[in-house]
């Protein structure tokens, strides 16, 4: 407890006066010998007394008011938050005994971040494990622990664990034997990971159209932008939603192509009840601190092919042979995963399952509150045969309508992102473009919301009733949106 908050009820005005003057809040806690709570004091209340004719000899005990508003440590945070108001910034708080143990005070920047990693499970225990260990680098229990865990989880026979999402995407490419002279066909609405790792192996990405219900890739337009050269195909489950995953397998099958899935938003989302990852060769994740799980940077290739998961564990360290030490018999690279970060995964996987019903119930949450704003279009959830994941809270309204909504979120505190940008609206990807439609009309209209852990009924009912304000505002030609 900061003493300078506090002030002895035996004193005097002039105490409480200088209490006040040196903490800087505007009040002090008035309490007995025993440190037990017998009042407040503002420096309203002081100024009040004084223009009354009080001096600041006079005694506090004489003055105090009978009531004045505390919290008990024990009072969950719902009940202490409906204490304050425009009068009421800061309170006190006290034990069983009635002693003053800290206080709360109202903080009017509020922030609601976009995405918060969530690190109260046993991550902090495994971490400081592999520390004492002083196996920090990339030998050590936690990595195997780690791939095994999480393929497993996914239904894949093989996890391959490396330093980020981007470069399990080249990874895996690489150990398909993609490179100059190949095409590879990639989504317009990605992050842009996804193409760039298509860049660095030399061979030309060939950009398509999204569907218009799941903003994935679009089957169809693979099919059309399919050449001799197409060597393989990158779907991304993009913002938790599983691609159409049937039609793009037997798209590959019937032209020979390569499936590499770009997970990095979607663990645990299922298609047909099956996980996405092991739908095509090789399944990538990321685990950077605003994905479903994390361990801060980290990524991972799932596969159930036996030889592809030999080839990507000799690539990732240096291109060494297995048996035989400081003998390179490809042109590998460094992506390895340190052990302290397979640590945070190891408890992250622990809890996927709670972390998925979580956002699951905060996505129920938004849904409810959110569906009955005109000209807002929630993300689907329905779709046949996908079981999507929540990662972000994803709305799509006008253009017009976006910016506004965008200004008062953010005067709120409330951290919203727009939808991904087209890689067909950035002039390094324009050469790669096949089709563009839907992606550009959508993306002008999405954006997200924040699902950290902190948003409670009471931030969504705040994000709706600004939705809902920004959007009943909106004049019926500017406004109306169509999909
Ligand atoms: C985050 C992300 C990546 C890249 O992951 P990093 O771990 O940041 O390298 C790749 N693809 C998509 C779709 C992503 O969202």
Known sequence: MDKKMLCQVSGSLRDVYKAIDKNGKGIAFLVDENNTLAGVMTDGDIRRLLLNGCGLNEKICNHIRKEFIFARDDEDPETIRNKFSDKVKIIPVVNKKKQVVQYYEFNSKIHIPIAQPQLNGNEYEYLQDAFLSTWISSSGKYISKFEENFSRYCGARFGVAVSNGTVALHLALVSLGIGAQDEVIVPDITFAATIN????????????????????????????????????????????????????????????????????????????????????????????????????????????????????????????????????????????????????????????????????????????????????????????????????????????????????????????????????????????????????????????????????????????????????????NNGEISI
């Open 197 to 476: 790792a298509v860049l660095y192996t030399g061979a030309t990405p060939v950009i398509v159209d999204i569907e218009e219900d799941g903003w994935c890739i679009d089957p169809d337009e693979i099919e059309k932008a399919i050449t001799q050269k197409t060597k393989a195909i990158i779907p991304v489950h993009i913002y938790g939603q599983p691609c159409n995953m049937e039609k793009i397998c037997a798209i590959a099958e019937k032209y020979n192509l390569k499936i590499i899935e770009d997970c990095a938003e979607a663990h645990g989302a299922e298609y047909c009840g099956k996980k996405v990852g092991t739908f095509g060769d090789i399944g990538c994740f990321s685990f950077f601190g605003n994905k479903v799980i994390t361990t801060g940077e980290g990524g991972m290739c799932i596969t159930n092919n036996e030889e592809l998961h030999d080839k990507m564990r000799v690539l990732k360290d240096h291109g060494m042979k297995k048996d035989r030490k400081y003998y390179h018999e490809v042109i590998g690279f460094n992506y390895r995963m340190t052990n302290l970060q397979a640590a945070i995964g190891v408890a992250q996987v622990e809890k996927i399952t709670d972390v998925l019903r979580w956002r699951d119930e905060l996505e129920n949450m938004y849904c409810q509150k959110l569906k009955g704003i005109d000209g807002l279009i929630l993300q689907r959830r329905d779709l046949l045969n996908r079981k999507k994941i929540t990662w972000l809270i994803t709305v799509l309204t006008s253009p017009e309508m976006r910016e506004k909504c965008f200004e008062s979120l953010t005067k709120a505190g409330i951290d919203v992102r727009p939808f991904f940008i087209p890689l067909s609206e950035m002039e390094i990807y324009k050469p790669y473009v096949f089709s563009s439609k839907i992606s550009s009309k959508i993306s002008k209209m999405g954006f997200n919301l924040p699902t950290s852990s902190e948003i409670d009924s009471k931030v969504v009912d705040k994000i709706a009733n600004i939705l809902s304000d920004c959007l009943k505002n909106r004049s019926k």
